[in-house]
């Protein structure tokens, strides 16, 4: 989503609006004019200052994992972009439809088992977490660097191989707020590719890291239990004809990763970002095998095509000491 050239000049005046938009915002909270709601526990941000993916859900999910592997009883909220959410909060702690809750949040329960709650309303969806399930201890907002109105106490930003783009806020650049906002996060996460990775994973500085998404193995969707290698798709010996279908914010990122992977494929559909996959949108795809996301794939579990396979990634950091430091927050948080 990089605008350069023309377009990024003609739109530049706009940007100032949303340099003054986010100034304003800023300083109505910090002067107290608006309430900042503090939750009885931490929270977490995951988010970004550039529009679009940028890996911020499987960094969530990481994080997740790490939390419970370590005792702590974490839970989610999310916005549940893609969905239409009225005045309830929507949580749940096993997600069946993700229709109600969005892809995103449904993701992330079935990769984690934890309670997933979705609200445009921040506050609105901790309290409703809380009031759910007193014993959560921590709470990780999957997006909301953005949102002011509630208390953080960590602050994450995932940022890609686009880095600023063009530096330019929107809508004459890609980005949601300044660079700056950069020099005050906690921690500044860099999705690479393995290559980059294996090259920068030990050159950064204390509160920045890098990270890969490692593809585990395909899964098929209809029949979750049957998997296999990634190679078998590297050949046309198993699959004569292999097409690649996805509804994601970063299109070149998927297929940077099966290119990697020598996953053969002989087309490639883009599709926009929560896209609502249908029986009908695979029905006129000539293939023997048709891969997708995993983020696709939890919206197409009851789609009857033996055709479909994920390949499920797990985020892989540099240094997992953030981790540690978030942890030993956590403690301190509850025995003030």
């Not at 989503?1 to 800023?26: A, C, D, H, R």
């Not at 989610?76 to 893609?82: A, C, K, L, N």
């Not at 969005?102 to 709650?117: F, M, R, S």
């Not at 009851?302 to 030993?328: G, H, M, Q």
Request: hydrophobic share 40%; with cysteine.
């Amino acid at each position: 989503m990089e605008k350069k050239g023309f377009f990024s000049k003609v739109m530049s005046p706009l940007s100032y609006i949303t340099m003054f938009y986010n100034f304003i915002k800023e300083k109505t909270y910090s002067f107290g004019i608006l309430n900042i709601y503090r939750p009885n526990v931490p929270i977490i941000i995951v988010g970004n200052i550039y529009i679009g993916g940028t890996g911020k859900t499987p960094v969530v999910i990481a994080i997740v994992k790490e939390l419970k592997s370590l005792g702590w009883n974490p839970a989610v909220i999310s916005r549940g972009y893609g969905v239409r959410i009225k005045k309830d909060v929507v949580i749940q702690d096993i997600i069946n439809n993700p229709a109600k809750i969005g892809d995103e949040p449904a993701l992330i329960n079935k990769e984690t088992g934890v309670t997933v709650a979705a609200h445009p309303n921040r506050i609105k969806a901790v309290k409703a977490l809380l009031k759910h399930d007193p014993e959560i201890d921590v709470i990780i907002c999957d997006d909301g660097l953005q949102h002011k109105s509630i208390a953080r106490d960590f602050e994450i930003v995932v940022q890609d191989e686009r880095k600023h783009g063009n530096g330019k806020l929107l809508p004459s650049g890609p980005l949601r707020e300044s660079i700056n906002k950069l020099k005050e996060v906690d921690f500044i996460i860099n999705n690479v590719s393995k290559h980059d990775f294996k090259n920068n994973s030990s050159n950064h500085d204390d509160n920045e890291l890098y990270m890969f998404l490692e593809p585990i193995h395909a899964r098929n969707v209809l029949n979750r239990n049957i998997t296999m290698p990634l190679k078998k798709f590297s050949s046309k010996k198993y699959f004569k004809k292999i097409v690649a279908i996805a509804g994601i914010g970063n299109h070149e990122r998927f297929l940077t990763m099966l290119e990697a992977y020598k996953i053969n494929i002989d087309k490639y559909i883009k599709l926009d970002d929560h896209f609502n996959f249908q029986e009908s949108t695979f029905s006129n795809i000539i293939a023997d095998v048709i891969i997708i996301t995993s983020k696709d794939a939890i919206k197409c579990l009851n789609i009857k095509d033996d055709r479909l396979w994920e390949i499920p990634v797990i985020a892989k950091f540099s240094d997992y000491t953030f981790i540690k430091k978030i942890s030993e927050y956590i403690y301190d948080f509850h025995h003030k």
